[in-house]
């Protein structure tokens, strides 16, 4: 047994000598050491020796095994020593570079034309005022003239989340709010998320900004009206820009009209984008209905205004060129980093 155990303690120290790696030395323990081991064989082998042999060949083994372990472990440590070394020497970094600024974000389209519409109608004097985007129905309805069997104030056109109230579907029941804390003279824009049970396509979303402006004083006429948004339309698109004023109707205002500008894709010889009329439709105004007036306490009598709505994905559609509304809600940085 002592020829076999310095055989066995002989091949097991040259075979941890010879590991150069954490994983080459852990299967020399389990060659050496293990349950399968020819140490353990003969430790299994030492029934079949007296009972004044067993001792010393048990002694004998623990000391193999000690000798052997203990080798192991010398070598784990060099190798842990090596290993160790050679990680920091790759990832050493080079303090002596410089820093690495993080990439900039940038804003997205709609944000970026909403902040040129205020700071043109800002500059006209107008105030930016923002409401709830859950809005009370007198609010976003009965108080803009739309009245109970209007088709709006169905469910199937409208997120309704209570009787009385809804997801606003446009941003003129701010409006009525600042009626109501204000008197005139009034001059503000109320910009916001909108919502309707619209069927999602290339020029249609459940979701969209809008812009509502308005403005109460004495003496208001139309002609204010044309002029204030004539000036928008050639500071956001050029002062070649054409407006067109061609009469609509609205339940808030009297009289109304369509908002239209000269195709800028074209120069309205016809084209795709205003299908082929020459001219691109970007929202629609008015005068205030003495309804609405009504509703909010004011004299309309002392009084008049006009109001406007457009939509912002408009606008920034018309602005750059983007022919499908989906565009802006996809988060698709190909298409956003060109802003």
């Excluded at 399968?36 to 079949?48: D, P, V």
């Excluded at 209570?162 to 606003?168: G, N, Q, T």
């Excluded at 204030?228 to 050029?238: E, K, P």
């Excluded at 009504?294 to 060129?321: H, L, P, Q």
Aim: aromatic fraction near 10%; proline fraction near 4%; glycine fraction near 8%.
């Amino acid at each position: 047994m002592n020829q076999k155990a310095d055989a066995i303690v002989a091949a097991a120290l040259e075979a941890v000598a010879h590991s150069d790696s954490i994983q080459e030395l852990e299967q020399c323990r389990i060659t050496y050491l293990g349950k399968r081991s020819a140490l353990h064989q003969l430790q299994k082998s030492m029934g079949s020796l007296s009972a004044e042999e067993r001792p010393g060949a048990g002694a004998l083994l623990n000391e193999c095994r000690k000798t052997i372990q203990g080798r192991m472990d010398s070598r784990r440590s060099e190798l842990a020593a090596v290993e160790l070394e050679n990680r920091l020497r790759s990832e050493t970094i080079d303090v002596t570079l410089p820093g690495r600024a993080p990439a900039r974000g940038r804003r997205h389209p709609i944000s970026l034309v909403s902040r040129q519409i205020f700071d043109i109608f800002e500059k006209m004097g107008f105030t930016v005022l923002e409401g709830p985007e859950v809005e009370e129905e007198f609010y976003n309805f009965d108080a803009l003239n739309i009245p109970p069997d209007h088709p709006a104030r169905e469910d199937q056109d409208s997120f309704y989340i209570a009787e009385d109230r809804l997801l606003r579907t446009q941003t003129s029941g701010m409006q009525v709010r600042t009626f109501k804390r204000f008197k005139p003279p009034v001059a503000a824009i109320s910009p916001g998320k909108c919502f309707r049970r619209d069927t999602v396509d290339a020029t249609h979303s459940h979701t969209f900004h809008q812009l509502e402006g308005f403005l109460v004083d004495r003496g208001v006429s139309m002609a204010d009206l044309k002029g204030v948004l004539t000036g928008f339309v050639h500071q956001m698109f050029g002062a070649e820009t054409r407006v067109r004023f061609r009469p609509d109707f609205f339940p808030f205002t009297e009289p109304s009209a369509e908002i239209a500008i000269s195709c800028f894709n074209c120069g309205q010889t016809g084209c795709r984008v205003c299908s082929t009329t020459g001219w691109i439709e970007i929202g629609g105004a008015g005068m205030i209905h003495p309804e609405v007036f009504n509703s909010v306490g004011y004299d309309y009598e002392t009084c008049s205004g006009f109001a406007f709505g457009m939509g912002i994905e408009r606008i920034v559609m018309k602005k750059y060129g983007v022919s499908d509304i989906r565009q802006f809600y996809e988060n698709d940085m190909r298409f956003l980093s060109q802003f």
